[in-house]
């Protein structure tokens, strides 16, 4: 998705005079749902206030759950006006899509796509340096010199000659009054004195000292605690409860029966928990009391039978694979999943008969206020959001479902009350990373290049539901991302998509998305013409690839990693490479397979080309989590379904990568003065085919469903 391009600089910025004296500076992110018109003639869509005490204040239109947008945001900032990173307050944007909606997503508030620096690299920085210079113009002014001869540092502006100084709260309120600059300088690459540097974390002070406020942790006076059993069959309804052994309970307050759930109400969890075990519900399991994980995959690898919508079509593909010299073909399949985040879903509401006041952690903010309105037959105006930190998203805060579950319990219950799902619920009752079925065929010529390329793929598309003007001809940019637009140099490619709705089984974004499938159906494949063509898997994919920034993350991941040095019996490695998130990334996984099939990644080493860095420490942690959270999903993720209901429960039954199996991981990063790209995501997506492609290194045998199958790696007695 393409930002769309920046408001010229008198509609991007302006200035007022605020009533508290202060510089009120407003602009517009590229990802702005139009603009407002005012008297003006614009009114914007995030703020930065200069304070009388020289702090700033920013209003994040992003949400923090723990990607670091709190620090790398402000420093953008902070780089430009030449103030210390720690003078910079946050606050959470209120809902408002006139003026955080983002266009890329068809002007919806929402904190996902890995867009949140890249959005806001031009924008902030802009904001910072006119800031900057109308603070330095006002400083000039009052001193009667010129502006050249002054300069701004550490929250002050200098005029170096007489050595006079005074601090931006000062300045403030005749900067506000000063015409804005048409055009202003922005900082060379070279003269950047925070960007790139590995500034602490804003957040992590008050998440160390518990001070911080997740959505879990609020109390609002006199709030209950809820927690909830929703029908074990998606589409099911209650029949019948029994509630008369959970009201006697100590601590429970009321039962709360809807069509399709059943809640109970009580001081503490440990109540509502104690009264929702002795309830007796008889549900209804619907029309999907059935159905099952293989007759999911049946369909769709039935559709795959067919033809679908041409994703990208380069050259003939058909005509090239009639003459082939080597025809090679496979399938592959990815399971659904689940997300898991540590902090389950939540979300605390009062609803009254004028209003109602929502505390939750979301990704769609203006969405939350939105699904409140609706559920508890209000106008907008009257439910107030309260946003709060996420403790893990990876896209389920994307949806709204728990919002709209807390307000038709509040509606019954008088008071605030929060709603907490427990671990069962939030993995039973998620929303699921697609399950896919693929079709992969190449042909290579006599030197065993691929002269032809085919890739036909079915499963559910999330933005066709989730933003349907963005799904288009059978086509969205988020499913066929990966799969298209390759880092290889194909002659003749054909790529089709067909559109498998799963009976009843919500899907929603997983972190990585598209990629998190294609990446690992790409990679893979190409790992197997490498094979087919009985060369080495790093030298085949540097013959085939022509960008030069591929190519160098490649390079670096293999020479970090010690390509091609002896390693153990059934000890591999594997190597993978992506373009995705406007990110060049590259793995080489060492992993070793047990005798009893068991596997362990050993070692990981990533480069990885995200353009600019603003923070260094940043980019590595969001790879080091990333390649825990792909590695999780490669050996243990799998929601499967029988008789219509989840199998999965809890952590025993979907299995997170424990600490001990965690791998050693080294991220190398590229220098670049290009652009910033996505760094929430990127490395989710890229690490499975490196694990898969290593165990094939280790043991010969080739992967292609996911999660690993441990039974399969078993060496024989």
């Known amino acids: 998705m393409t930002p769309a391009p920046l408001a010229s600089r008198r509609r991007f910025l302006q200035a007022a005079a605020t009533a508290g004296g202060g510089l009120m500076l407003s602009f517009s992110l590229p990802f702005a749902g139009g603009n407002v018109e005012a008297a003006d003639g614009f009114t914007p869509n995030a703020f930065i206030h200069i304070e009388r005490d020289g702090r700033i204040a920013l209003v994040m239109p992003y949400v923090e759950m723990g990607q670091g947008t709190y620090t790398a945001i402000p420093m953008l900032i902070a780089e430009e006006l030449e103030v210390d990173l720690k003078q910079v307050k946050l606050e959470h944007a209120p809902p408002n899509e006139k003026l955080y909606g983002n266009p890329a997503l068809g002007g919806i508030q929402a904190t996902g796509n890995s867009n949140a620096i890249r959005g806001a690299w031009q924008p902030m920085r802009e904001a910072g340096a006119v800031a900057r210079t109308m603070l330095v113009s006002a400083a000039a002014r009052r001193w009667n010199v010129d502006p050249a001869s002054c300069r701004a540092q550490s929250g002050e502006v200098l005029h170096a000659p007489t050595s006079r100084r005074i601090k931006y709260g000062e300045l403030a309120a005749d900067a506000a009054r000063l015409p804005v600059p048409e055009s202003v300088a922005l900082k060379r690459p070279e003269d950047f004195k925070l960007i790139g540097t590995p500034a602490k974390r804003l957040d992590t002070p008050a998440k160390v000292n518990g001070t911080a406020v997740y959505g879990i942790d609020v109390r609002p006076p006199r709030v209950k605690i809820a927690t909830l059993a929703q029908s074990p069959v998606f589409g099911g309804r209650v029949k019948s409860v029994d509630d008369a052994e959970a009201k006697a309970v100590k601590g429970v307050h009321q039962i709360v029966r809807l069509d399709d759930a059943v809640a109970v109400v009580a001081d503490h969890m440990g109540a509502a928990k104690k009264g929702l075990a002795a309830l007796v519900i008889d549900w209804d399991d619907g029309p999907h009391a059935k159905l099952t994980t293989e007759a999911i995959v049946g369909e769709l690898e039935k559709a795959t039978l067919t033809p679908g919508a041409v994703a990208q079509n380069i050259g003939d593909a058909d005509k090239a694979m009639a003459g082939a010299v080597t025809k090679v073909e496979a399938t592959y399949r990815v399971p659904f999943l689940a997300h898991a985040a540590m902090e389950p879903m939540n979300c605390t509401v009062h609803v009254r008969k004028d209003g109602c006041e929502v505390w939750v952690g979301s990704q769609v903010l203006a969405r939350a206020q939105a699904a409140a309105a609706k559920t508890a037959g209000l106008p907008l105006d009257k439910v107030v959001v309260h946003n709060h930190l996420i403790g893990g998203g990876f896209g389920r805060r994307l949806e709204i479902d728990g919002v709209v579950r807390a307000v038709q319990i509040g509606q019954h219950v008088d ?166 998130f406007a990110n060049y990334l590259a793995y080489v996984a060492e992993v070793e397979v047990a005798k009893d099939g068991s596997v362990r990644a050993r070692r990981v080493v990533c480069a990885v080309d995200c353009g600019t860095v603003v923070n260094p420490d940043i980019v590595r942690a969001q790879i080091q989590g990333a390649a825990n959270f792909g590695i999780t999903a490669a050996l243990y993720g799998d929601i499967t379904l029988k008789n219509g209901r989840v199998e999965q429960a809890n952590f025993d039954t979907y299995q997170m990568l424990r600490m001990n199996e965690a791998p050693a991981i080294e991220v190398h990063i590229v220098p670049s003065r290009e652009a910033p790209g996505g760094m929430g995501e990127p490395g989710t997506s890229a690490i499975a085919p490196a694990v898969t492609n290593a165990i094939f290194a280790a043991t010969g045998k080739r992967l292609r469903k996911l999660p690993i199958d441990a039974t399969a790696l078993k060496q024989p007695a």
């Open 415 to 580: 008071g605030p009350v929060k709603v907490v799902w427990t671990r069962e619920e939030d993995i039973q009752h998620d929303m699921y990373r697609p399950c896919f079925f693929d079709r992969m065929s190449a042909g290579l010529d006599e030197t065993g290049r691929p002269v032809a390329w085919n890739h036909r793929f079915a499963g559910s598309s999330i933005l066709a539901r989730w933003l349907p003007p963005a799904f288009n001809k059978g086509l969205d940019p988020d499913t066929t991302e990966g799969a298209i637009d390759l880092v290889y140099a194909l002659p003749n490619l054909h790529v089709e998509y067909l559109r498998v709705e799963p009976a009843a089984i919500p899907t929603a974004f997983w972190r990585s998305v598209g990629p998190s499938h294609n990446v690992f159906v790409v990679e893979s494949f190409m790992d197997e013409l490498a094979n087919a063509a009985r060369q080495d898997p790093l030298a085949y994919r540097l013959a085939l690839i022509d960008k030069a920034r591929a190519k160098a993350v490649l390079q670096l991941a293999a020479e970090k990693a010690g390509w091609g040095r002896p390693l153990p019996t059934r000890v591999g490695r594997g190597i993978s490479v992506q373009f995705a």
